[in-house]
């Protein structure tokens, strides 16, 4: 199954980008207090350290881990697995067998709606069904 997962650098941005959140946070809730504002003011800025400190340790877990959440690179079940996939989706579905077996003297394309391999002369995706362009 391919799955489309985050890339390396931009769950490290996100992470960095996130303690900036963090310190910002930080900064915000000590002038916040010192200068006497209204309660609500520091509860925010705390707010924001939490959610700053959950944001970093995703990001640098997705950043950093082998199984990594699905979102934006495409890999393939056999690379890395979908943590989401393991999780709620179904285990073992062989409806469709791996095309990796393709004759090589033929052309191999991908499919634009699910990224499986399909070959040349094929007119319907094997694996999503959809007319291929």
Known sequence: MKSIKPGRGPSAMGALGSIICVVFGIFWTIMASSSGAPIFFPIFGIMFIVMGIVQTIY???NATSTN????YDITDSSEES???QDMFGKKGNTEFTKFD???NSEKTNFCPYCGDKVNSDF???PKCGKKLP
């Open 123 to 125: 007119e319907y995706c």
């Open 82 to 84: 979908d943590p989401l």
């Open 68 to 71: 990594r959440f699905s979102e």
């Open 101 to 103: 077996d393709f004759n």
């Open 59 to 61: 990001h640098f877990k």
